[in-house]
């Protein structure tokens, strides 16, 4: 097949703007996918794909159309996956702009939008749901237009529901997205996403950028430089279709046989064995975002834990792991996450694919803390922070965020940006009347529930999108929450200092709702800043100590009883006792935040 018969194209859009109902329209028009085997979300294989409507997993598809090879990569559109939409937006040369009629241009799609400008793609601005009876085309069209700079008669308008407009579209990708372009004769491709098969091990989703490669071929990797053997090569048909070898321009797959973690890496160039031609650019380690604790909720599942992230690692090299003990918690793993969502999907899929049961701590940020001696070093884990007068200060990660919301929510998402300590530095008016805020605010805040937040204060119809902007002064403070006079490593956090004495309250108030009983009465305490500055008492639960008389005198009953009432007194001077706490209070109290 020549360069100029074949087109490389993604669909940029928002969750929930059509882009799987599009997909399975373009395999079904094209005959790529027979009527008989047609579901909906067809290249979202994954079961959490399929409940939540969201991609999470890249899934590449080859079709054929007017003589022409179209690869369609389907992406994730979440903020958490960017380095990975940019990779694999860096092997294709067009992008569908995709805007669902209804709603309007989002936060997120903005976002991918402006990585698509800057590597250079062909952008086809396109409308979704245009048979909706909520759907707002001509105003929509509009602001599609303003925003790309376009004339409005550019803007294509296509229904996924009952396939209007759909062959347009793909005659559109063939009429303007350019043919791909070769540099070097040697081989040479992209990884742009990968995955694990027990019996193949890693499996490579590949650009050709330049030459071929064959079936049996001697690769390496560019970064890594790990050597292996091409088992196998193929396109995606969307189900992986064996071919005798793939040419520059192509989209496919590479059979590694690989089956160690830390090998191969998103953004690697793969090379001839021999080859001194260098790597593509753009290649860069995936660095976490957010660090979580994650527990087996019984102790014997401790390997089988290790096993499963160690498998998850083959399939996602942005995730990191270490193993850490915890002496309420046991032992389990202090892992690293792109964001919010990349920690939901890796511990859902640890609680299904592996049937364990969890327990996983609140998400916290790194920290830079600089000490009084000048040495300065990085904080993951609350436990680590150190006390107040054992730093100079203390960095922290920050985020710009954009936030597209209507006009008549302005004033509900100013007030939650103000409790959440953020910065407000611009306003824009959209087309279509909704404004833009930008805004910059501590990752630690965004963390604070901010989405669902976000969600309720402008009714659901607000939209947001952020990147990271380096680190800032934080003001924060190490919170302990003391049982019976004992830290509980388990619910240490980091909080804003103007916050600390709401969420000591918090936490007390809600410990002391879940805690059982003790022998005796229980104190629970939050301290900050070396002051307690959130107490509560838990009443004793009464042991009946005369249970073992048979009659006798009352004498004897009391000076039972005043025994106890001793005891309980000399326990709470002390402010001690052995107090186990149940593997389903943690879990009360995390799930509660």
């Not at 329209?25 to 909906?40: C, F, I, N, P, S």
């Not at 100013?414 to 530095?425: N, T």
């Amino acid at each position: 097949m020549s360069l100029d018969k074949i087109r490389n194209f993604a669909i940029i859009a928002h969750i929930d703007h059509g882009k799987s109902t599009l997909s399975d329209r373009m395999l079904e028009v094209t005959g790529t996918v027979e009527a008989r085997d047609m579901q909906d979300q067809v290249l979202d294989s994954m079961e959490l794909e399929r409940e939540r409507g969201i991609t999470i997993k890249m899934q590449p598809v080859r079709m054929q159309w007017q003589r022409h090879i179209l690869n369609l990569i389907d992406t994730p559109g979440h903020i958490d996956f960017a380095y990975e939409v940019s990779r694999a937006l860096s092997a294709i040369e067009g992008a569908i702009l995709l805007v669902d009629a209804t709603q309007g241009i989002e936060a997120q799609t903005m976002s991918t939008l402006a990585v698509a400008r800057e590597l250079g793609l062909k952008i086809i601005p396109v409308l979704s749901k245009i048979d909706s009876p909520l759907a707002r085309v001509d105003e929509v069209t509009m602001e599609v237009a303003l925003t790309l700079g376009v004339d409005e008669s550019e803007v294509l308008l296509v229904s996924g529901k009952t396939g209007e407009g759909v062959k347009e579209l793909l005659d559109t990708v063939i009429e303007q997205v350019p043919p791909p372009k070769v540099e070097v004769r040697e081989p040479r491709a992209l990884i742009f996403d990968f995955k694990y098969s027990d019996h193949k091990g890693i499996v490579l989703f590949v650009r050709i950028t330049d030459g071929e490669i064959k079936k049996g071929d001697s690769l390496k990797f560019g970064v890594s430089r790990e050597t292996f053997k091409a088992n196998d090569v193929g396109v995606f048909m969307p189900t992986e279709a064996s071919k005798p070898s793939l040419t520059a321009g192509e989209i496919g797959y590479i059979v590694t046989g690989i089956k160690k973690p830390g090998v191969v890496a998103v953004g690697d160039t793969v090379l001839s064995a021999r080859s001194s031609v260098p790597a593509l650019g753009g290649y860069s380690e995936p660095a976490p975002v957010i660090w979580a604790s994650v527990y087996p909720e019984s102790q014997d599942d401790l390997a089988k834990l290790r096993q499963s992230l160690e498998r998850l690692r083959l399939m996602d090299s942005s995730l990191s792991y270490e193993e850490e003990a915890s002496g309420t918690l046991g032992r389990g793993f202090r892992c690293g996450f792109l964001g919010m969502l990349h920690m939901e999907i890796i511990t859902e899929r640890l609680r299904r694919e592996f049937d364990l049961e969890l327990i996983v701590t609140m998400p916290t940020t790194v920290y830079e803390v600089t000490h009084k001696d000048g040495k300065v070093e990085e904080v993951y884990s609350p436990v680590r922070f150190p006390d107040d007068n054992q730093y100079q200060s203390v960095r922290e990660p920050w985020a710009s965020l954009s936030i597209i919301v209507p006009a008549e929510h302005i004033s509900g998402v100013m007030q939650l940006l103000h409790e959440h300590e953020s910065e407000v530095v611009e306003t824009n008016t959209m087309p279509d009347g909704r404004t833009e805020l930008v805004a910059e605010m501590a990752l630690r805040e965004m963390m604070r529930n901010f989405f669902d937040k976000l969600k309720n204060a402008s009714s659901g119809f607000a939209s947001l999108s952020y990147k990271p902007i380096g680190m800032r002064e934080a003001n924060v403070t190490r919170l302990d929450i003391l049982i019976a006079e004992d830290v509980s490593p388990a619910f240490t956090r980091i909080v804003s200092r103007r916050r600390t004495r709401e969420e000591g309250d918090k936490m007390v108030e809600r410990l002391e709702k879940v805690l059982p009983r003790q022998q005796f009465v229980l104190k629970i305490q939050a301290k900050a800043s070396g002051n307690i500055i959130a107490s509560r008492r838990k009443s004793a639960m009464r042991k009946d100590v005369t249970a073992k008389l048979y009659g006798g005198d009352v004498s004897r009953k009391n000076k039972l009883l005043e025994k106890q009432k001793k005891g309980k007194k000399a326990a709470l001077a002390r402010g001690t006792g052995s107090v186990h706490i149940p593997h389903d209070t943690f879990l009360k109290v995390l799930r509660t935040d």
